[in-house]
């Protein structure tokens, strides 16, 4: 793990303390458990996001299409991360910039 990861984990729910804000926080803990495999696959059930219970549904959802969209090589308009910052803005994913490849 890299200092921001340790530091976030080590603060939880307070980013500040590591000089991030919550959506850099929260993109950083995304794709840590993309590649730590920690987020396999497309199901919801099989991602343990626990530790962000404290967070409101939306941005929880947020997070897991983050990650699936960096794991899962989706088709972009956009980049993960600004689909990211949209859906934390909106409260809902642009599926129209970031969505899963036919199929998935």
């Known amino acids: 793990m890299d200092t921001e990861t340790d530091c976030i984990q080590r603060h939880p729910g307070l ?25 396999t696959g497309s199901k919801a059930e099989e ?17 897991r299409l983050y990650g699936d969209c960096q794991t899962q090589a989706w088709t972009r308009k956009a980049s993960c991360f600004a689909c990211f910052e949209s859906c934390t803005g909106q409260h809902e994913w642009p599926f129209d910039k970031c969505q899963p490849k036919a199929g998935q």
């Open 47 to 63: 991602y343990d996001d626990s530790h962000n219970a404290h967070l409101p549904d939306w941005k929880r959802r947020c997070i």
């Open 15 to 39: 980013p500040e303390a590591c000089g991030l804000t919550a959506s850099e926080a929260a993109a950083i803990m995304a794709a840590g458990m993309g590649a730590t495999g920690s987020h």
